[in-house]
């Protein structure tokens, strides 16, 4: 009987494990709006998702798209639109490129400070994605490297929260606040966790 039991257990485990899902999510960087009465910062616009591209390159939860292939398709989105048309511009280019997830972001100048948010629009539901948007802010321009570094991190929590291990691909996670490390007021500096190696 003992015999039989030891089988049955572990065609039992494997049976649940073959059921569980640690998905890699599939993302495109869209270009930043940028709010800035100096000229020089426009360049913001595709800087910033270089700057994500970089750093969330590093995380095993998502798979980058790249930038280049759908450029011309991001030239489409006219930033004067209305949300909805909008919206409905990045659920058809993220359906093409069968992304999970578009990553929209905007650089606003105010008074002496850089104000940086991130947000994940998801592709399925059309919307931007409950407990997905994550703000930074500094003063110098050369802080910006670092604020991209803390906005990625935010993004791959998230992710990692809809990621974990499942059975069945059923997911419950959407919807819960992540908390990003906080700015040192002193000295302006945010802590960052070092990378994971891929």
């Known amino acids: 009987m003992r015999r039989l039991t030891l089988p049955i257990l572990l065609l ?30 426009a360049k913001l616009r595709s ?35 209305s949300e909805k048309q909008r919206f409905t511009r990045w659920q058809k280019l993220g359906r093409k490129f069968r992304a999970d997830y578009l990553v929209a972001g905007s650089v606003i100048r105010l008074g002496q400070n850089f104000v940086l948010n991130v947000r994940l629009f998801n592709v399925e539901r059309g919307e931007i994605a409950p407990g997905s948007s994550f703000t ?20 791959d929590q998230y992710v990692r929260r809809r990621a974990v291990p499942t059975v069945f691909g059923r997911s419950s996670s959407e919807g819960v606040p992540v908390s990003l490390p906080v700015a040192n007021a002193a000295s302006g500096s945010t802590p960052v966790p070092p990378s994971r190696p891929r």
Not at 54 to 68: A, H, P, T, V, W
Not at 139 to 147: A, F, G, K, T, V
């Open 12 to 41: 039992a485990v494997l049976l649940v494990l073959g059921g569980c899902t640690a998905k890699r999510y599939r993302m495109a960087i869209m270009d930043f709006d940028v709010s800035a009465a100096e000229p020089q910062y």
């Open 47 to 81: 800087a910033m998702p270089e700057l994500l591209t970089q750093n969330l390159d590093r995380y095993r939860s998502i798979y980058l798209l790249e930038r280049q292939d759908i450029r011309r398709y991001l030239e489409e989105i006219d930033s004067e639109e």
């Open 136 to 155: 930074q802010s500094c003063i110098q321009e050369s802080e910006i490297y670092e604020r991209a570094r803390t906005l990625s991190m935010g993004i």
